[in-house]
C-alpha cells in the first residue's frame, strides 16, 4: 500500500495563478482532509470529505476549492493564488471521523 | 486566545529521561484527544488516540486527560534520540467532524 500520496512535492506560483493539489490514497478511507501548516500555528483545517460527493468546509476555508468525485481521490483547488497561501499543504485519510489519521508527505507552495 | 495551546519549546533532554509534552485548550466541546509525532519535513503520524477522560498507555508513551481541567498530556519513558521531532496534540469534538492542533513542541533527545 502507497497510503496517502500528494503531488506536487513543491510548486512555486505567481500571484493570481490557479492551480490543483492532488491527493490520494488507497485504503479505501471514507473520510478525507485537507490541513495547511504554517510557522508558529500548527496544522489548520481547509476542507474535510465524508464519503464521495460530501464536502465540507473547516477552519480555514476561504480561497480554496474542493470536490470528491471517487473514494480514492481528494483534490484541492486554489482558484486565485494570493502570498497569504504560502505553506506546506497536508493531505489526510481516516476510516471513521477525523481522528486517527494518515497524513501524506505534504506539498510545500510559494506564491510570489 | 487559541482554542488549544501548546508551549512550541524548544525541549532539550538527555537520552534515558522521562519527558512531559502538554496541550491546554478551551473548547469543552472536544472529546477525542491525539498526539502526532512529526519528524522534518514528512507528514504527521499518529501517536497516540484518546477519547473522553483517563489514560492511555502504549510502549513507552502514556497518555493522560484531564477534561475538568482541559489538560492533555504525553509522557515519553525511556527518550531515545530517535524521539527527536515535534509533537503535536490534537483534539476534536463529539462528531468528530472538526480538527483543532495544538502549534507543535520541538524535542531533542541528546545521546
Known amino acids: 500500500n502507497a497510503g496517502v500520496t500528494q503531488t506536487p512535492k513543491f510548486q512555486v506560483l505567481k500571484t493570481g495563478q490557479s492551480m490543483t493539489l492532488q491527493c490520494a490514497q488507497d485504503m479505501n478511507h471514507e473520510y478525507m482532509s485537507w490541513y495547511r501548516q504554517d510557522p508558529g500555528m500548527g496544522l489548520r483545517l481547509i476542507h474535510y470529505?465524508?464519503?464521495?460527493?460530501?464536502?465540507d468546509q473547516g477552519e480555514v476555508p476561504n480561497g480554496y476549492n474542493v470536490s470528491r468525485s471517487t473514494t480514492e481521490d481528494f483534490p484541492l483547488r486554489l482558484l486565485s493564488a494570493a502570498p497569504s497561501q504560502t505553506s506546506v499543504y497536508f493531505c489526510?485519510?481516516?476510516?471513521?471521523?477525523?481522528?486517527?489519521?494518515?497524513f501524506g508527505p505534504g506539498t510545500r507552495l510559494t506564491v510570489t | 486566545q487559541k482554542e488549544v495551546e501548546q508551549d512550541p519549546g524548544p525541549l532539550s533532554v538527555p537520552e534515558g529521561a522521562i519527558v512531559s509534552l502538554n496541550c491546554t485548550y478551551s473548547?469543552?466541546?472536544?472529546?477525542?484527544f491525539m498526539w502526532y509525532r512529526q519528524y522534518s519535513r514528512k507528514g504527521p503520524e499518529l501517536l497516540m488516540y484518546t477519547y473522553s477522560s483517563g489514560n492511555k498507555e502504549d510502549g513507552r508513551f502514556t497518555a493522560q486527560v484531564d477534561k475538568s481541567s482541559k489538560y492533555i498530556s504525553l509522557f515519553i519513558r525511556d527518550s531515545q534520540p530517535s524521539d527527536s521531532a515535534t509533537y503535536l496534540c490534537a483534539m476534536s469534538p463529539y462528531n468528530n467532524n472538526d480538527m483543532r492542533f495544538g502549534a507543535g513542541t520541538r524535542l531533542t533527545v541528546k545521546p
Open positions: 489526510a485519510s481516516s476510516r471513521e471521523g477525523l481522528g486517527e489519521q494518515y
Open positions: 470529505s465524508v464519503g464521495a460527493g460530501i464536502t
Open positions: 473548547n469543552s466541546a472536544f472529546q477525542y
